[in-house]
Every structure is written in structure tokens, then in C-alpha cells.
């Protein structure tokens, strides 16, 4: 990758609230609105939203209400999941949602999707755990006929949609959909189905091995690369003794969600103290010359995105520190 070869920066926000960090909910939410668009004056083009429910620390459970709040906040941003659990929607609505929220950002909508691995949401949600392949296939297939202005009558093992049309129009046609997983039955679905893939580096890897397998162009892949503890600081070891509380708190809430069932996807997981996380290498803080090495080590991939990871319960303005020597010292790295 040469630094004229452009990448997107962005931010996942989880809008977690952890209790030994905790503030008012509206402050909460009022405050990471303008870390959004603060991030955006630094010249960040990317926010995206993570779903999740049941969660204690009130892990963001309404992404594109969130979204819709961010793009009346930034005019130039593209405004993504990573990702939606695509099996808790209905088809219809989700196709209605978003091209509204397309509409209302002139665009810059793009929907990033997966399967979910939690029992517990699925069940919260009354949705058959079981189903959750079958019913995200049948709305890989039904969402861009209702964009494309179809009138859509549909009778699957899933869905049964008479008359079902969209009366709304997304700009060019239909909304951009980024699929997300870890098995390569997920990570097939995007190739077959979906615009794009997003995930962790390694799952990244596996979408465009399978693309090639399946006899696609490479040079036609579309790739969202989210690193979930790729941080930056000009005294690493510094900002370890900093951010590690807070990233050990998505560790453990992680680990203890794989613990519930074996849910699929959070395996790999494991709780741990402050001090074993601290020397567990997780938490990957480079300075900005590592890290420009470290974006240049993806080139293979061609990300069009690298999605950071926001701290969850950082206070804004540290937020807002790390986001500045990201946007000063890698990002002009890579502009064209």
C-alpha cells in the first residue's frame, strides 16, 4: 500500500455506559454526539453503530435511531453498522428504516449486517435461535427488491410478504449492504448476497480468500476492516495504563457472554483481571509510525475502511486526545 492510496477512518461506537464509569444517560448520549462530530472536523469520514441487547452497561440497542441523531450532527460521513443482528428485523421495516435514513443523509447510509450469536437476545426478541441463517438469507434477498421499487410478494420457510413495496426511494436504488461473520458459511453469505464484508482483520482475510475460491475479480472486493483494540498514542505504555480498564470491561462482558451458551462467535474469549490484561498483549496501543506499518500490513486486503475501536466510558475529551494524534500523525499517511 503506498500513501496515495486513500482509506476511510472511522470510529465503532458502542455507546456502553459501565458503572464504574457511568454518567447520566442523556449527558451520555449528548456527549458522544459531539465526539461524532468533533471526529468529523478532525477529518474522520466514517461513524458506525454495534448492536446489541440485554446488555447491563446499556450497549447501543437502536443503531440507526443513533445514526440518524449522528448524520444531522456531520454532512460528509458515512454512516455504517458493525454490525446489525439482521435476524431480529423484519424485512420490510429495515428496508423502509433505512431508506429513510438514506434519504435524510443524502446517501451516505450503509447497512453492515450479522447473524447475532446470543441465544438470549434471539429469545428477547422472539425469534427462533435456529432460524437466524435461514431468515438473514431471506432478507439478503428481499431488502434490494424493496429499494428497487418492487412490489414483493414472498413466501419462504421465513417470511410471507404479500404486496410488501417501499414507497420510499434510497438514493441510487438501494442501500449498500456490508455483511459480517466468522464461519465461513457467514463469510459466504457476503460474497453471494452482499456489497462488501466487514470484521476483524482475520475474518477480512478469510472473505477475500473465499471471493478468490469462488472466482471472483479481487480487485472488486469491497473490505471494512474493524480492529477492535487498534489504538494510537504517542507514549504507548501510557495509554495502557489508561485504556485498560475500559477495554477490559468489553473483554469481560464479552467472555461472559460466550460463557451463557457457547454463544457462536464470542468464543476465544476469557476473563481476566486488570493486571493479566495488561500483560495479555489484547490491547494493542502503537505509536503513529507503528501503526502507519500496521494500516500498510493490510494492503492485500485493499480496506476502503479501517474502523477504530472507541473506548467504551472514556471521557470525551480523552476521546477526543487519542482521535487527534490519529487524524495528525496516520491519517495523511494515507490520503491520496
Known sequence: MTAQQAIEFGYLYALRNPPFAARPWPQFYAEMLDVAAETERLGFTVACMSEHHLSDDGHLCSPLIVLTAIAMRTSRMRLTNGVMLGPLYDPLRLAEDSATLAIISNGRLDLGMG???????????????????????????????????????????????EGARVTLTPPGGRVPMFIGGFADKAIMRAVTLGD??????????????????????PATARVRVYDPTFVVADDPAEAVEELAPYFLHVNNSYAGWAAEDGALGATGTTPMTLDAYKASGELHVFTPDEAIAHIRGMAHLRPEQVILPMPTGLPPERLVHYAEIFARKVMPAFRP
Do not use: N, S
Open 115 to 161: 447473524l447475532g450469536y446470543r441465544r438470549k437476545e434471539a429469545a428477547a426478541m422472539g425469534v427462533d435461535f435456529r432460524t437466524r441463517a435461514g431468515r438473514f438469507t431471506e432478507m439478503l434477498q428481499i431488502m434490494p427488491r424493496l429499494w428497487a421499487g418492487e412490489t414483493v410478494d414472498w413466501d419462504g420457510r421465513h417470511f410471507h410478504l
Open 196 to 217: 462488501g464484508f466487514v470484521g476483524p482483520p482475520e475474518a477480512c482475510e478469510r472473505y477475500v480468500q473465499l471471493r478468490a475460491e469462488a472466482g471472483c475479480d
